[in-house]
C-alpha cells in the first residue's frame, strides 16, 4: 500500500477553563473567555482550509467543550469526534503512540488535548525542516487555544522524533 501523501496532524490546547472548587480537575468546564473565544481555533482551521478529517479528543469536560465550539464553526465538514479517556493524562509518548493509531486514510488529524503534553510533542516531532519562528513561539509559550500544525509523508504510525516539520503556530482568539 501506498503511504506517501502528505498528512497534517493540528494540535490544539483547549480554550481558557475555569477553576471552580467543587469539581475535578477532569470536570472543569471551560471559562466565560474561553467559550467566548475556542469558536475561533475553528475559523481559523477554515480560513488556512486545514479541515479535519478525524478528530482526537481528550475526554475532559474543557476540551470537549472546546471540540463542540470547534465542530460549530467546521459546520458540515466537520468529522465526529472520537473522545479518548487516554489523552487526559497522557504523557508525551503515550499520546505519540495513541496518535500512531490512526488509519493511513485520515489526511488531517486535530488533537484536542493538554498541556504540557502537546507543546512536548509538538517539540519532540519537529523536524529541521520546520519553520523556526513557529517552533520557537511553540516552544516559549503554549497557551490556551495554542494551535501547531505539523506536515508529514511518514504514516501515522511511525511519526516518533523529528518526522513532522512545524508549518504553522498560532493562537486564534478574537
Request: some cysteine; proline content about 6%.
Amino acid at each position: 500500500m501506498n503511504t506517501s501523501h502528505l498528512r497534517r496532524l493540528i494540535l490544539l490546547r483547549h480554550a481558557k477553563s475555569d477553576y471552580p472548587l467543587v469539581v475535578s480537575d477532569h470536570q472543569r468546564p471551560l471559562a466565560g473567555r474561553g467559550n467566548r473565544e475556542a469558536p475561533a481555533a475553528g475559523r481559523w482551521l477554515v480560513d488556512h482550509e486545514l479541515i479535519p478529517d478525524y478528530i482526537l479528543c481528550s475526554d475532559a469536560m474543557r476540551a470537549k467543550a472546546t471540540c463542540a465550539w470547534v465542530i460549530s464553526e467546521l459546520g458540515e465538514k466537520a468529522p465526529t469526534p472520537y473522545l479518548d479517556s487516554r489523552i487526559y493524562s497522557a504523557g508525551v509518548s503515550q499520546l505519540c503512540s495513541i496518535i500512531n493509531e490512526t488509519p493511513d486514510t485520515v489526511s488531517n488529524l486535530l488533537v484536542i488535548g493538554h498541556q504540557p503534553v502537546l507543546q512536548e510533542l509538538a517539540l519532540r516531532l519537529a523536524s529541521a525542516q520546520s519553520d523556526q519562528e513557529a517552533v520557537y513561539e511553540l516552544a516559549m509559550n503554549y497557551p490556551t487555544l495554542g494551535l501547531t500544525v505539523l506536515e508529514t509523508e511518514h504514516s501515522y504510525s511511525h511519526l516518533d522524533a523529528r518526522d513532522a516539520k512545524v508549518t504553522h503556530f498560532a493562537v486564534p482568539r478574537d
